[in-house]
């Protein structure tokens, strides 16, 4: 019976300076490229939340909603409007542009834990952002008046980032 797994034709393993051969990697986690279910996973961080148990991949989800929650608010929010009249536009330009920046950075975090490949993850990144959408991006909670002055009327809004 052959135990090769097919590679037979491959190059012997060659010895690295500290002695051990290059092949045995022991403490290497799989790199899932198909969506998978379970609790023992790495999100964002080597180790994180890993082999940590039940509590720990549970606190990682709620990260990963919070993060994509808090893009949507980013999305939506009027804070260029919290510095008055008066500002110069040189001031509101870098806090527009601070704020775009804190966004893109938010949401390719959300974006490297999806490619976690983790079912579990996935799902929470889209709870998170399907609810700040609904709280601060849809017509639930806006009044009438603003929804007649805000130019973004389209259905759904435009991806931007």
């Known amino acids: 019976m052959n135990h090769g797994h ?9 010895q690295s300076t500290n ?21 023992i996973t790495e999100i964002l961080f080597s180790g994180w939340p890993g082999r940590q148990g039940a509590c720990m991949y549970a606190l990682a989800l709620i990260f990963i909603f919070v993060l994509a929650f808090l893009v949507e608010w980013l999305s939506h929010s009027r804070l260029i409007k919290l510095l008055g009249e008066g500002s110069s536009n040189v001031l509101a330009g870098v ?17 490297l834990a999806v490619m976690s490949f983790n079912g579990g993850v996935f799902l929470m990144a889209v709870a998170g952002h399907a609810l700040g959408f609904l709280l601060f991006g849809s017509r639930v909670y806006k009044k009438s008046t603003e929804m007649l002055l805000d130019d973004n009327t389209s259905d759904p809004p435009p991806m931007a980032c």
């Open 95 to 111: 806090v527009q542009t601070l704020l775009h920046a804190i966004r893109v950075g938010l949401a390719y975090l959300v974006m």
């Open 19 to 39: 002695g051990t051969s290059g092949m045995h990697h022991h403490n290497m986690m799989m790199m899932h490229m198909t969506f998978f279910w379970g609790n």
């Open 6 to 14: 097919g590679m037979e034709g491959m190059a012997p393993t060659s």
